[in-house]
């Protein structure tokens, strides 16, 4: 247990710096078990104080320090397990320190650490406090010169910036040093070191400068970085189109690493990836990883602007940068696949991680007011609620007015570190409007929830809106403000034909209606007929909405609306009734055959493509599922979805046959839209039909894995023969871990889709894979492979009754956080919404988070989060 509790950092108690750092020289003298890092810094004070410098730093082996040229002895400084601080210092000087570090130690995977023999850093958010002594917050912004020396075992060496010098050093070693012209906070500062092979390329800017493009990869693996290379392009490309921001180094370059924390960063000039998102060639990945490699590629280049050039002021502005760039790179995805069917995508990700969020103890807004470790904060809500946001702004503004506040945004705060006050106000600026009220969605948690009545009078053609929206208390919020809530609307007749109608004098098929306040009415007139209401079209905002709507509108919705998401979204609302109509005991066999029989029309439609209909073949969540209701049992949701699929499967086999025949591919893999569309689809029918598992479904399956000339099919067999169990289930999993056994990021897959497995047997089977040979905890991609799957993709066994699920995450968090309190955080979640289940699950649950809380040694990031999920609401 804990002896001290953490004290929370504050937004409300910010300050500027006391000390600004306008230059700085690193010198690194690498060696895995004890690195020497000098750093010589131009300080100044920041403004008029007598404060004492202080400055971050942990785990740190102080060897020299000076100031001005002069050694400080023991009583002119303070030193502590986290910062050194250094009284009466002059307005200007020049601080000299050089410390020791154990890269090779550190398992933590944040500052400098060891990778496949390779030197590696992780600074955002606090890492660089792990490297030297630095005021290690986002808004000292400093020129940084690196210098690196090491063995020439370490064949590369590389850092921020363009290389200005590099030579040999007497016993075979080498240098190289790099300069950053562009000032940046330190969280931005990287630096790899190692044996790395490496594709070349190069672009020409819109302004006619030829930028070098540089991808680093373990030797051997080249040609598996050829995919991403072609998104970065593309990605630079369309950000110079859609945004008008051309590179402005000479040289981009990305290096992949097989331990990481997160996805990955994107140090300037020095993009820094899990090797799980950047090597993809069509034998070892799937199609949804080529998709998630180029929008995690875009991501990251487009941070050069959002992100790099102009930084948050402190990290409770973390969605000024991450939402906004997650905005940006949704937006380039729909560009490259499909805007209909990548908000889909978006949306059941926000859905499936933020939605929960909200609902339970971690909720917390886009912008948050306090925490004990930032690292928390990495959540779906400062990204993609934050991204849903900034896309309701460019809907309430228009897309004209967004743009031109996007460049006064760039013009006006490029080179400086900013907040979200001065982002929005860009856009009041350009717009004319005021947009005080829209602010609150920065500040208020949780999700709203939107009604909508609808009451149509034929003799004057009037249709009646009535909205109304209430958000529910969230923790430290219990009283909720209205707010301006975007809601796009559409009419279509009992045909599924648009219906025009008028609003605010004008003739439109579409109108976006603005809910600013708890209730609001709205007349649309010109209504000729009785019409199907399509509402919160492209999911106009990210709220819930219930309508008066019957079943037979969004049977209409589901046949025609020409607003896609609302077709698909038409779909999910059917599928979700019979699905939690059955689990609480009123099974409606008769709706569930007319559902199959729409689901199979929809199929058939000629118009629609292959990924929109993949997508209308899978049926909500269970987690999605276990959101809509009070005391959620995941063990009858979990029953009642398979009894759905299972009718799916059994009313549309024939149609289902022909889909698996007709798309099988025969020419050259491709890895984009059209391509991954066919695949997709393909593989969804075969799942769907493995949900009636008879002998020739079976054989089906197995033809598939043992026919596929791809990654995308190869998983896809296996996805099946899991769902259909039985020895050719076992004897595929042995012959693909035989194949692909010296691939790790295959073998991932292998694990991940092992954790998912239904099975009553699946936490014996887990357990398992925590012993098996290739199975190392220390590794985050196949920790994440096992104990996160299990515990956020299998809930119907995760949730077990017996509370074994618990017992084991609380387990696997406890040991993880004894050496990466970073990613053991990030499993806590799964426990943090223990008061939506049923009573008995609830409280096994919250039994497991107090045994946490209850543990020697304790990280603060699981403090943090554990004790946030135990609190009351």
Not at 44 to 58: F, I, M, Q, T, W
Not at 163 to 170: K, N, Q, R, T
Not at 375 to 397: H, P, Q, S, W
Request: aromatic share 8%; glycine share 8%.
């Amino acid at each position: 247990m804990r002896t001290e509790t953490p004290q929370p950092i504050r937004l409300s108690d910010y300050r500027p710096p006391a000390f600004l750092i306008d230059e700085v020289r690193l010198d690194f003298d690498l060696a895995p078990d004890a690195t020497r890092v000098k750093a010589r810094l131009a300080v100044r004070r920041n403004g008029a104080h007598a404060e004492p410098l202080v400055l971050d730093g942990e785990r740190l082996k102080l060897i020299a320090l000076s100031l001005d040229g002069r050694p400080l002895a023991e009583g002119e400084r303070t030193l502590t397990d986290e910062t050194l601080a250094i009284a009466g210092v002059p307005d200007a000087f020049t601080l000299e320190t050089e410390v020791e570090i154990d890269p090779e130690a550190n398992k933590a995977l944040d500052g400098l650490y060891m990778s496949g023999g390779r030197f590696c850093t992780q600074c955002e958010a606090e890492g660089f406090r792990k490297i030297t002594y630095w005021p290690d917050r986002p808004d000292v912004l400093s020129r940084f010169t690196v210098r690196i020396a090491a063995p020439k075992a370490f064949q590369r060496l590389l850092s921020n910036g363009n290389l200005v010098e590099a030579g040999e050093l007497p016993g075979d070693r080498h240098f190289a040093v790099w300069n950053d012209p562009f000032p940046k906070p330190s969280y931005l500062f990287a630096l790899v070191a190692g044996e790395l092979d490496v594709l070349e390329d190069s672009l020409v800017t819109m302004s006619g400068r030829t930028v070098a493009l540089r991808i680093y990869v373990d030797p051997g693996m080249v040609s598996r970085a050829a995919y991403a290379m072609d998104a970065l392009k593309r990605a630079m490309q369309w950000d110079e189109t859609a945004f008008g921001r051309e590179y402005d180094l000479d040289l981009f370059m990305i290096v992949a690493v097989r331990d990481f924390n997160f996805g990955a960063m994107e140090n300037k000039g020095l993009n820094i990836f899990n090797s799980s998102l950047l090597l993809a060639d069509p034998a070892t990945a799937a199609d949804g990883d080529f998709e998630r490699i180029e929008g995690v590629v875009a991501h990251e280049y487009f941070h050069n602007w959002t992100g790099d050039r102009i930084t948050c002021r402190d990290w409770f502005q973390l969605c000024l940068k991450e939402g906004l760039t997650v905005f940006r790179d949704q937006s380039f995805s729909g560009d490259m696949r499909g805007h209909a069917v990548q908000r889909i995508k978006d949306v059941k990700a926000l859905r499936a991680r933020q939605f929960a969020e909200d609902q339970g103890p971690l909720a917390h807004p886009v912008r948050p007011s306090s925490y004990l470790k930032i690292d928390n904060f990495y959540t779906a809500t400062i990204y993609e609620k934050g991204a849903e946001v900034i896309r309701m702004l460019k809907t309430l503004i228009g897309a004209e007015a967004f743009r031109a506040g996007m460049d006064l945004y760039f013009a006006r705060w490029d080179g400086h570190a900013t907040t979200v006050e001065e982002f929005v106000r860009c856009f009041a600026e350009a717009s004319g409007r005021d947009l005080d009220g829209f602010f609150a969605w920065y500040e208020q948690a949780g999700t709203p929830a939107v009604s909508l009545a609808s009451r149509y009078d034929a003799t004057a053609r009037t249709l009646e809106l009535d909205l109304r929206q209430a958000t529910a208390a969230t923790p430290g919020q219990p009283d909720k403000r209205p707010l301006p809530i975007p809601v796009t609307v559409g009419l279509l007749d009992q045909e599924g034909r648009t219906l025009a109608f008028e609003h605010e004098g004008r003739a439109v098929d579409e109108a976006t209606l603005v809910l600013d306040a708890a209730r609001a009415t709205v007349l649309l007139t010109g209504v000729d007929r009785a019409p199907v209401v399509s509402a919160l079209r492209g999911f106009s905002a990210p709220v819930t909405l219930r309508t008066d709507a019957a079943a037979r509108d969004r049977y209409v919705l589901l046949a025609s609306d020409p607003d896609l998401f609302n077709r698909w979204e038409a779909g999910q609302d059917l599928g979700r009734d019979l699905i939690l109509g059955r689990a609480a005991g009123r099974p409606d066999e008769v709706a569930e055959e007319r559902f199959a029989e729409a689901v199979g029309r929809a199929l058939d439609d000629q118009a629609a493509d292959d990924a929109f209909k993949a997508l209308l073949l899978a049926l909500p969540s269970e987690s999605d599922l276990a959101l809509g209701v009070k005391d959620a049992d995941p063990g009858a949701i979990h029953a009642a979805r398979d009894a759905l699929r299972t009718r799916l499967a059994v009313h549309l086999e024939e149609a289902l046959k022909r889909l698996h025949i007709g798309l099988q591919e025969t020419g050259e893999f491709r890895p984009d839209a059209a391509g991954a569309g066919r695949r997709g689809l393909r593989n969804a029918a075969l799942e769907l039909l493995a949900a009636n598992p008879r002998s020739d479904i079976v054989e089906l399956a197995v033809g598939h894995y043992q026919a596929a000339r791809n990654m995308t099919d190869a998983i896809g067999g296996l996805t099946a023969l899991m769902l259909a169990g039985g020895p050719a289930y076992e004897a595929a999993l042995e012959h693909f871990y035989a194949r692909w056994k010296s691939e790790p990021l295959v073998i991932d897959k292998w694990f991940a889709l092992q954790a998912r497995d239904p099975d009553e047997s699946a936490l014996g089977r887990v357990l398992a894979l925590t012993v098996h040979p290739a199975f190392d905890a220390r590794t985050p991609n196949r920790l994440r492979a096992v104990v996160s799957t299990f515990a956020n993709g299998n809930p119907a066994r995760f949730h077990d009754p017996s509370g074994y699920g618990y017992r084991f995450l609380a387990d696997q968090i406890l040991a993880v956080d004894s050496f990466n309190p970073m990613t053991a955080a990030r499993l806590v979640d799964a426990l943090g919404g223990w008061r939506r289940y049923r009573p008995e699950l609830g409280s096994l649950m919250r039994a497991e988070l107090e045994r946490i809380m209850n543990s020697p040694g304790l990280s603060k990031n699981v403090f943090e989060l554990a004790s946030r999920a135990l609190a009351s609401e």
